[in-house]
């Protein structure tokens, strides 16, 4: 009786050892977004499921890219935006992911999913939306501003801020003349050529990091910027107004994909279901104010969070980017020779 | 004919070769060298003749177009541009630069100790937490514009930030320490008795200035003059942060190559083309300053 007792104890502790040994080597690589996915929500998804968030972080979808391709890391999430996930499944570079390990997809709003760059919604999971929109500060301007022809008409010169992203500043000219932004060819250049020519030279910074310290400075009245920093903006005073085209505007959606060969695929599920939890979701929003696709989490939101109409614009025309591939030379150039012309 | 072995033995007696304890001393640097400096560039070099593909990944397709975009216009602007904000800069630290650094040089040992260490403390402080600081300095709300509206020597606010001055400005300031130290280091060894020697036989303080002096302290002048001239034309993070990313030098193209654009090989002809320049005007400027001694 003693010996079997005693048996059983060992036994007990080996098992206990194991399962801990096996708890501890529980952990998924995450490559998301700078400032991006709140620390609390790691934490507490650590805390359930015992499974340990390894997050690192990138700048731009152009960096994640060399560090994903250049196969430095196995990382089991990346966080791309729309154009960048159509060109990773096009070149093969995704799982599909398991949807019945991920019920809570039914909490995200059917206008987020099935978009072009996953047209049958195989491989990503939309984690957050947003758009790129006019920023102004009400108090010094006070002609009323509804296009990009108002941002650039003449009278705000030099009091200008925008992105520093290249093929978005094309698309603004793009559409006040009415052409497709996704089809970026020489021709397309050619005609967008001497509006951004005029535009240009009345930017006073292109800033694509953090836009909104220019207008909080009172360096520039007018910006066209990220909707997050915009929200950010209203959030700290209200006389800065976010303003969405009227030719329309850039609606990206960041989603949540499975890089292949990502050797936790299955935690990884865990992980986007676990984020897809409507009061799990509710944080990201209140951290970082973009327009959450979780319908379910937007319920819990206050009507000051919903009433930001930087995080909740009035609906207008509004499309996601497609991937352009080799066509990013062109646009580069463009953009460096009219900087360089300045 | 005759003359002939007189060079050579000159020459193998001033170039030694290093026997095994010099290569076994030296091993750690060429260690270095070549795994960090050799062998990038051997890749660098490679890709340089390679394409993209649609991901922005480099495919081993031989060719020679790379290069050929190098002579568009809009990149040849921007790389003179780059030369002529770097030649501004290397003057202006000259002229800044030349009297601090004499003047240290000249001083008394443990005041000389005190201002080198001044020069050296920024180096403590990270260099973008240095550039914010400029910004905070330049901005239209900030210190400076306030004290010259209340001295009333501008009317409006002070628009000086994210132009191509402020971008001039980051550039001296980051780089004056690169001209000073090597101008300190010749400054310091000069004999004083040589310009009493000039002094006396009659030679104005200019003159002495110009013809003992300068001479004096040029071995330190092109040092100082190298290495801000070089880094100044490659810099890209003073004209995205104080320029505003709307002046562009020839950095932030290549920088721009291997981030939004994806094409590596486009990059890494661009980089190596400035290389090459580098390597030659080294050495053409080497071989001018050999010959005056």
């Known amino acids: 009786m003693k010996i079997r007792l005693r048996t059983l104890l060992t036994l007990g502790l080996a098992l206990g050892a194991a399962l801990h040994l096996v708890a501890a080597k529980k952990e998924i690589n995450l490559f998301g977004w700078s400032e991006y996915v709140p620390q609390a929500v790691l934490d507490q998804f650590e805390k359930e499921t015992g499974i340990k968030v390894n997050y690192e972080t990138y700048a731009s979808n152009e960096e994640m890219l060399s560090k994903l391709l250049g196969g430095a890391a196995e990382f089991d999430l990346v966080q791309p935006s729309e154009y960048v996930v159509e060109a990773l499944v096009k070149a093969g570079k995704l799982e599909a992911i398991d949807f019945a390990r991920v019920p809570n997809m039914k909490n995200v709003g059917a206008e987020f999913l099935r978009q072009p760059h996953d047209p049958e919604q195989k491989y990503s999971v939309p984690y957050m939306a947003g758009t790129v929109g006019i920023v102004v500060n009400t108090e010094k301007v006070k002609q009323p501003i509804v296009g990009m022809k108002d941002v650039f008409s003449g009278q705000c010169a030099g009091r200008i801020v925008t992105l520093a992203d290249n093929r978005e500043i094309l698309t603004w000219a793009l559409r006040t003349l009415d052409r497709d932004i996704n089809v970026i060819t020489p021709e397309a250049i050619a005609a967008a050529r001497p509006v951004l020519a005029k535009w240009l030279p009345q930017i006073r910074l292109f800033d694509s990091d953090s836009p909104k310290t220019a207008l909080l400075n009172g360096e520039v009245d007018i910006g066209v910027i990220w909707s997050g920093e915009a929200a950010l903006l209203y959030r700290e005073d209200k006389k800065f107004a976010y303003i969405l085209p009227k030719e329309g505007a850039h609606l990206w959606i960041d989603s949540l994909v499975i890089p292949k060969g990502a050797p936790h695929k299955a935690d990884a599920e865990t992980f986007i279901n676990f984020i897809l939890r409507p009061e799990v979701s509710v944080l990201i929003s209140e951290a970082f104010p973009y327009t959450n696709p979780n319908l379910e989490a937007r319920k819990l939101l206050s009507p000051e969070q919903l009433g930001n109409p930087a995080s909740y614009p009035a609906p207008t025309k509004l499309e996601s980017f497609h991937d352009i591939g080799k066509a990013a030379g062109i646009v580069d150039k463009l953009i460096t020779d009219l900087k360089g012309g300045s | ?293």
């Open chain 2, 1 to 293: 004919m005759a003359a002939t072995p007189v060079p050579l033995a000159k020459d193998s007696g001033g170039r030694r070769v290093p026997g095994l304890i010099g290569w076994l001393l030296l091993s750690p640097m060429l260690l270095w060298l070549v795994l960090f400096v050799v062998f990038p560039t051997a890749i660098l070099f490679v890709y340089s003749f390679c394409q993209r593909d649609e991901l922005g990944q480099v495919v081993f397709d031989f060719t020679w177009s790379n290069y050929g975009r190098i002579f568009d216009p809009v990149y040849l602007r921007i790389f003179g541009r780059s030369l002529w904000y770097a030649a501004l800069t290397t003057g202006l630290c000259l002229v800044i630069g030349y009297p601090v650094a004499y003047f240290i040089g000249r001083s008394p040992p443990r005041r000389r100790s005190l201002l080198l260490l001044a020069v050296m403390v920024p180096f403590w402080i990270s260099f973008l937490l240095r550039t914010y600081a400029w910004i905070s300095l330049l901005k239209a709300e900030g210190p400076l514009s306030a004290l010259l509206q209340w001295s009333q020597l501008i009317a409006g606010p002070l628009e000086i930030l994210y132009t191509p001055a402020a971008v001039i400005i980051g550039l001296v300031y980051t780089y004056l320490p690169f001209m000073i130290l090597p101008i300190f280091t010749s400054a310091e060894k000069l004999d004083h008795s040589m310009i009493e020697a000039a002094l006396d036989l009659g030679a104005s303080p200019v003159r002495a200035f110009t013809q003992v002096i300068i001479p004096l302290t040029k071995p330190g002048i092109f040092a100082g003059v190298l290495l801000v001239f070089v880094p100044s034309i490659g810099m890209f993070a003073v004209t995205d942060l104080m320029g505003g990313a709307k002046v562009s030098m020839i950095g932030n193209v290549i920088q721009n190559q291997f981030g939004q654009a994806r094409d590596w090989p486009f990059g890494a002809a661009l980089g190596i083309t400035f290389l090459a320049l580098f390597a030659v005007t080294f050495w053409f400027l080497h071989d001018r300053n050999g010959e005056a001694h």
